[in-house]
């Protein structure tokens, strides 16, 4: 692509009248606005997600309530605030950014960077207890017909689990691939308090991961949070 | 003489600025090249289909099976549908005509992602070549080699789908890969035609292919992502046996259907949309005369759109839905009728008291009204429940399946490529061939499938590989068909082909159109498009006496009508 700068084209009108034409280059509202595009692509995935499992919550309501009861609430409820936490060291980063403290929004980035490898510790530590308690993919207590076997609606909770935890997992695991890219941007001054679109979208994706955990934590940690401390 | 976008080095690359014509066209962002590619590959594709199709014709045309088993029939179904559909016709109008033409039509550039539309052709490419492997998937035994191909028919219905040896998963995934690329450009696309129209063109100045565009890449953004987690779903039932569908494991099989065609029924108003421009686009140029009702035919396109979301239901009216359901979802579908009518009538409405030239893509345009109208009312007939009962799953539905998308989108693309070929090559093809080509496809189309209403309705069902006696007219009349619209098709692609290579050489507007795709300083058009962008306080359809009421001078693109 051409590396000359780019000077916006002018259209002129029968009474000469001048209109800047808008090129696809430098387009900060379409970058934006095509990022959002993208969102929404994953709203419809995971809502797509979301709408399963509550067709199988409404089929198998008592299994639904016995499987969540057996997660571990207070990993995946400090997991959910290290999200939390990230999403806000990541809208720092980008205010930094725009105020033109170039070193201070690096520094929020490898913050976002560390908590989303705590985040993902974290999930790694649940996923080995629950092998560990003969609970994961593949293993035969999720595998029908068995002796050992779960009831149907647990078979089907934890499939969905696994399948949805591992979906976000993987948006985290990009999320850190993208951000350690943006990094190399910032330091090759590609990414300048001028021109920030790249680390606007990251932050905006940011944003959805951890929305997505939002829904995710309450529909699967909490709804048998009732179970196992006895009711309320 | 100027250079056009298809000499050496008129072009920009994504990466660096390679210097042999073969690395300028894989690395190229240029819209139109890109646009280019997609058709290639595609009707490589198509040709594929189209002979795995002329197998299992020549197989039917006597009852028994002569030289394909029933498993390879099976596969070939698989093969046909899976192409046509996922590799074909999906992408299709959009890939081609959308990258060509869309950006040229509002005054841009290039589309407003250019890189990305370069990945975005890869992306779909890789997408063919993991469709491919699920094809090559030889299992050697003991010195036997067993072919291994899915065998469950395009729509991959679960739970055989996830029980059967074959090689399903591989085919997925390839669906998956090409539904992303799908999502990005239309992704591209919104933006593109949000952002870079021409300074004064409103939504309402747009051509009426650019309003079928648009409507298409809501479908594609919004109904790629649920197949896609279908197919991931599936994906983890076949290896993980999470047992989503599983009824063996408290699973629905019947969610699978639900959940495949939320996407695929708005799929194909996503295949018919663009189709449906292209025609707003001939029908006006060729009657010469302003099109009628540019407003309800940019809004039915939207409407389409939007019902079309909400009737996937129809297609398990037998597989197990409540009543209530079944009525809603049928009574929506008539719906669709609706804004589809408004657009039949307003073409037709605009030929008359029209000067009509009966040129080749006029002659694909008005094909298109016949059959499609066969294709569409038929639909009608099987939207409605009790009909639906007798007739699903039988030739009926495969004959108003073909009618409406061969009939109806593969003609429109054909009348596209008719229409835009002396811009995209700066040549013309031979138009008495080119009629010859038409009027063979069209007697083809009837003779192939219009026998197969009647076997439909008196009991044939589809996907079988061989039949009872008393069918036997139906399948041979059809396997007459097949060879004469085969032949049609052979015809007509030698003559793009040859033309291209040897044609006349066309003048800029040859058709003495409107639109502004059209008003470009070089025929074909040179790398940035129009010589400058427009100013646009005009309708894309403006004709006075037959002429186009507003002229431009091409090397400044001021007006001087």
């Known amino acids: ?232 | 003489m100027s250079k056009s976008y298809l000499d050496l080095g008129e072009t920009h690359c994504a990466i660096g600025h390679p210097k042999t014509a073969f690395w300028q066209w894989m690395l190229t962002v240029d819209h139109k090249r890109i646009g280019i590619m997609y058709a290639a590959v595609m009707f490589v594709f198509f040709f594929v289909a189209v002979f795995t199709a002329l197998m299992m014709r020549i197989e039917l045309f006597a009852p028994g099976a002569q030289f394909l088993d029933g498993d390879t029939f099976n596969q070939a179904f698989t093969l046909h549908g899976v192409l046509m559909i996922f590799l074909f016709i999906i992408p299709g109008i959009p890939a081609i005509f959308g990258n060509i033409v869309m950006p040229l039509m509002i005054g841009a550039k290039d589309v407003s992602f250019p890189r990305l539309n370069w990945a975005t052709f890869w992306l779909y490419i890789f997408g063919c070549l993991v469709a491919l492997t699920s094809l090559f998937n030889f299992n050697i035994t003991e010195g036997e080699v067993l072919f291994n191909f899915a065998d469950t028919g395009w729509t991959f219905y679960a739970p055989y789908s996830l029980n059967t040896g074959t090689n399903v998963v591989t085919t997925l995934v390839a669906a998956f890969i090409l539904g992303m690329a799908s999502i990005l450009t239309g992704l591209n696309f919104l933006v593109t035609i949000h952002r870079l129209r021409a300074p004064g063109m409103g939504f309402f100045q747009m051509p009426l292919f650019v309003w079928g565009i648009y409507a298409t890449a809501w479908i594609q953004l919004l109904a790629t992502p649920v197949v896609g987690i279908t197919l991931i779903l599936a994906i983890m039932e076949k290896y993980f046996g999470i047992g989503i569908f599983d009824p063996s494991k408290g699973g629905d099989p019947v969610l699978f259907q639900h959940l495949f065609w939320i996407y695929s029924h708005p799929a194909v108003y996503l295949m018919i949309l663009p189709a449906f421009g292209i025609m707003s686009e001939i029908i006006p140029v060729f009657s010469r005369r302003e099109i009628f009702g540019y407003r309800t035919i940019a809004l039915s396109s939207a409407s389409i759109a939007g019902i079309g979301y909400l009737v996937w239901g129809h297609h398990l009216f037998t597989s197990g839905m409540s009543d209530l359901a079944k009525t809603i979802f049928s009574f929506l579908t008539f719906f669709v009728a609706i804004p589809t009518g408004i657009k039949f009538y307003d073409w037709i409405a605009t030929m008359y008291k029209g000067k009509i030239i009966l040129d080749s893509p006029m002659l694909w345009a008005l094909g298109t009204i016949v059959t499609f109208a066969i294709g569409g009312l038929t639909g009608v007939t099987i939207a409605m429940v009790g009909s639906d009962i007798h007739l699903q799953d039988t030739y009926y539905s495969v004959a108003h399946f073909h009618y409406a998308i061969l009939g109806g989108v593969v003609f429109l693309l054909f009348a596209g490529m008719h229409y835009w070929f002396p811009l995209v090559t700066g040549k013309f093809y031979k138009e008495s061939t080119a009629k010859v080509a038409f009027y063979l496809n069209f007697v083809g189309i009837n003779l192939l499938w219009f026998p197969m209403f009647i076997a439909g309705y008196l009991g044939m069902p589809r996907r079988y590989f061989d039949y009872l006696p008393e069918f036997e007219i139906y399948h041979q009349v059809s396997g007459v068909g097949a060879i004469v619209i085969i032949s049609g098709l052979v015809l007509m692609f030698y003559n793009f082909l040859s033309s291209w290579k040897s044609g006349e050489a066309a003048p800029v507007n040859p058709w003495g159109a409107t639109t502004l795709e059209w008003y470009t300083p070089t025929s074909p058009p040179p790398l940035e498009n129009h010589s400058k962008v427009p100013y646009v306080d005009f309708g894309p359809y403006e004709y006075h006496h037959a002429e186009p009421k507003v002229k431009f001078d091409l090397a400044t693109m001021k007006r001087i009508d």
């Open chain 1, 1 to 232: 692509m051409s590396d000359h700068p780019y000077v916006p084209e002018i259209a002129v009108d029968r009474e000469g009248n001048e209109y800047e034409v808008q090129g696809w280059q430098g387009d900060f509202f379409g970058g934006k606005f095509g990022f959002w595009l993208f969102m929404l692509t994953e709203i419809m995935m995971f809502g797509a997600m979301f709408m399963v499992l509550t067709y199988y919550f409404t089929l198998h309501h008592d299994d639904f309530i016995n499987a969540s009861a057996s997660l571990n609430r207070t990993l995946g409820g400090f997991n959910t605030v290290v999200l939390l936490i990230s999403a806000l060291t990541m809208g720092l980063g980008l205010l930094k950014m725009r105020h033109g403290d170039v070193k201070g929004s690096k520094l929020m980035i490898w913050a976002t960077i560390l908590l989303a490898l705590v985040f993902l510790g974290v999930k790694a530590v649940e996923w080995t207890a629950e092998y560990n308690h003969g609970i994961f993919l593949g293993l035969p207590a999720l595998q029908g017909g068995l002796p050992e076997s779960k009831p149907f609606g647990e078979i089907m909770f934890f499939g969905m689990y696994f399948t949805m935890t591992g979906l976000h997992g993987v948006h985290i695991i990009i999320g850190i691939g993208l951000m350690l890219w943006l990094l190399k941007r910032i330091n090759a001054e590609k990414v300048t308090p001028e021109h920030y679109i790249l680390h606007f979208n990251l932050a905006l994706y940011w944003d959805l991961v951890h929305l997505i955990w939002v829904f995710v934590f309450p529909y699967y940690y909490m709804i048998g949070a009732g179970l196992s401390t006895g009711g309320h």
